[in-house]
């Protein structure tokens, strides 16, 4: 399988001089198109700035990293834009809804900055709520939404612009079990028609749903289960 | 030679231009409307804010509309005066030390032949020339007996001075070419020697000159305001005659001497060149002697109007420091709301959209706040000049300059206000806003 993701020594240091804090140090990682990974490990462990330069949320200090087999490290900033807007779709554990505009126009807005065309958009976005079982709450506010609904929304909007990966940072850290286990079948659902999707978690449990784990202690991988079977 | 190959305009060309024209169109009309959203999401804020921009577009338009309708009512009363393409040609005493040289002895000074001499030095630009003469004179009427001004006119001084005829008839050629003893009245006249009588056909004296009353002028009332008396109502006591019977009969005047000559230009290019020239044609007929002096009334007016410009400059500078205000507690405004919708951009980046587009965002929210403060400023500015210019009693009048530099006043200032908090916006780092607290 291609690549999705290869990270080689990435290194992410805040501060300078004596205050210096290495956030991850020199993090090697391969993930193939189509994995199911989960990213696991303790509070302050690295999960989230990793997940966050392997979204193009941040640079690294050290390391490069090609996703789909492009370097991304020294891109531009509106380059880096366009890589978030088509490539890479992401979930949070807070939702990040726009509590100001409808469940439609927040799975519309990837859509918007892609310069898609507003009957194209509509179109899509009432096509990924059905999906994501929410067509008959198109117009509803995301305050009007359960925390399941709200995940399930934002799933909506992360697959807009039919990314290739799924980037989710404690999907389910605001649900309730059972929620939460709904909100994980639907990621392995999307995995299962190929997308390559990149969890993190500190739950044991909800890292168990996906077929790698990969450990982060210190800003180190310390366990990697590797690429489990297919989809 | 080879013929030049034109770009095909085809199907597939035409489809992307129109698809790239939609998508753009599209995402101004997203941003318009999400600004909007967020204008109607904090009324009050939004209201303060445009507040400032309101009060100072409001200030600029109604001290300019009270500034443009003085001006307008200064130009309406040199149009009724007569007209703004006249030149007026006035004796002025020359200077001298001593007793008066012999050139000065032999100068008669400005008179009725300077007019037709001046006439000729443009046909074709001189479209009227008019004279007066004034004297003093022992009026009696079956009604009243005073002392009262007489003008002695020629031949265009009606439609030149701005008089009209109400009745009867105005001075034939041979009448004024023999000085006979006709006269036209004002309505201010014609009431004071004829009150309640018809004026015309009866006999004035003037000093002993007995004179037909053949006609009566319409009478002729501006004012500046509503309780400003009628500015040309010394217009309306004339005792209007052929100037010849003045210079002739009144005053025995071999050389016709006249108070005052007008020659009326169209052509505003002309008037320059041909001031020059009557200048120097009547210092030649004058024995070299300055003993006139022009008045271009258009010159004149607009010098007048650029004086004026200075209130002008006045009311801009309090609109600015109004929209200046404005603009510094715009700014902290905006960078407070900035703080509290730090997630929300950093969420923005992270589904792709880039710097200039949040730059832009909130470049569009700060301009259509500044566009709906312009908008009720220019609103604001117009009632408060149209009252003002009701209480003063004068027509309202604005040039659309007025609202131009208001408008550009404002929105200037609105975008220069805006660009600190869409800049920082746009700086801020996505990771960064995401985890913002």
Same mark, same amino acid.
């Given at each position: ?231 | ?132 003469r004034m004297d003093g004179v022992q009026v009696r009427s079956?009604f009243a007996l005073r002392r009262s001004q007489v003008t002695g ?30 006269a036209i009245l004002g309505s201010g006249a014609a009431q004071r020697f004829f009150p309640?009588?018809?004026p015309?056909?009866?006999?004035l004296d003037l000093g002993g000159r007995?004179v037909?009353v ?10 500046? /305001? ?7 109502g010394w217009q309306n006591r004339i005792i209007a005659l052929?100037?010849?019977?003045v210079?002739?009969?009144l ?46 009334? /258009? ?139």
């Open positions: 399988m291609p690549l999705a993701i290869e990270a080689r020594g990435i290194a992410k240091v805040y501060g300078t001089g004596g205050v210096a804090v290495r956030a991850l140090d020199g993090v090697d990682l391969r993930v193939e198109a189509g994995e199911f990974l989960a990213l696991i490990g303790p509070s302050g462990s690295g999960k989230s700035t990793l997940m966050a330069i392997l979204g193009c949320l941040d640079r690294p200090s050290e390391g490069s990293y090609r996703l789909d087999g492009e370097a991304v490290e020294a891109l531009p900033g509106r380059a880096l834009a366009r890589i978030r807007n088509t490539r890479i779709g992401f979930v949070f554990q807070a939702y990040n809804l726009l509590p100001r505009a409808s469940v439609l126009r927040n799975v519309e807005l990837p859509m918007l900055y892609r310069g898609t065309p507003r009957p194209e958009r509509r179109r899509r976005a009432l096509e990924l709520l059905e999906q994501v079982g929410l067509a008959d709450q198109a117009d509803k506010l995301p305050g009007q939404l359960s925390g399941g609904q709200k995940q399930r929304v934002a799933i909506g909007r992360a697959l807009a612009n039919r990314p290739s990966i799924l980037l989710a940072d404690e999907p389910t850290g605001a649900l309730d079990s059972h929620t939460g286990g709904e909100i994980l079948a639907l990621f392995q659902a999307l995995n299962q028609e190929g997308h390559t999707v990149l969890l993190v978690t500190h739950d044991p449990g909800v890292a168990a749903r996906a077929r790698r784990q990969v450990e982060l202690r210190d800003g180190r991988i310390a366990r990697d289960t590797g690429p489990g079977p297919g989809p | 030679m080879k013929a030049g190959r034109a770009f095909p305009a085809t199907p597939a060309v035409c489809s992307l231009t129109a698809s790239i024209a939609g998508a753009w169109t599209s995402l101004w009309a997203e941003r318009l409307r999400e600004a909007w959203a967020e204008l109607r999401e904090q009324p009050g804020r939004t209201a303060l804010q445009a507040l400032g921009v309101t009060l100072g577009v409001a200030s600029i338009l109604g001290g300019f509309a009270l500034s443009d309708s003085l001006r307008r009512q200064s130009e309406r009363y040199q149009l009724r005066m007569g007209g703004m393409d006249l030149l007026h040609v006035y004796p002025q005493p020359v200077a001298r030390s001593g007793p008066p040289s012999a050139l000065q002895t032999a100068n008669p000074g400005l008179r009725a032949g300077d007019a037709a001499a001046g006439a000729a030095l443009d046909p074709q630009g001189v479209a009227g020339v008019s004279l007066s079956p006119i020629g031949a265009d001084f009606i439609p030149m001075a701005g008089y009209a005829l109400a009745r009867g008839r105005g001075f034939a050629a041979a009448e004024l070419e023999a000085g006979a003893p006709v309640g009588a018809d015309l056909g009866q006999v007995p037909t053949v006609g009566t002028f319409q009478a002729r009332v501006f004012r500046f /305001g509503k309780d400003q008396p009628n500015a040309l052929p100037a010849a019977f210079q002739r009969r005053q025995a005047d071999p050389h016709q001497r006249v108070d005052e000559l007008s020659f009326r230009l169209p052509e505003p290019s002309r008037m320059v060149a041909f001031a020059r020239d009557l200048a120097t044609l009547l210092q030649a007929r004058h024995r070299s002697q300055i003993d006139f002096r022009l008045d271009d009334v /258009g010159a004149r007016f607009r010098r007048q109007q650029r004086q004026g410009r200075v209130y002008d400059l006045v009311f801009l500078l309090s609109g600015v420091l109004a929209m200046l205000g404005a603009g510094i507690v715009n700014v902290n405004i905006h960078l407070a709301s900035l703080r509290e919708r730090v997630r929300e951009v950093g969420l923005k980046l992270a589904l792709g959209a880039s710097a200039p587009e949040v730059f832009l965002g909130f470049m569009t929210e700060a301009m259509l706040l500044t566009l709906l403060g312009i908008l009720a400023g220019l609103a604001g500015g117009l009632g408060f000049a149209w009252i003002l210019t009701r209480c003063l009693g004068m027509p309202l009048f604005l040039r659309p300059g007025s609202f131009l530099w208001a408008g550009v006043m404002a929105f200037g200032f609105g975008f220069g206000f805006a660009l600190v908090p869409a800049w920082k916006a746009c700086r801020l780092s996505p990771m960064e806003a995401l985890r913002y607290e």
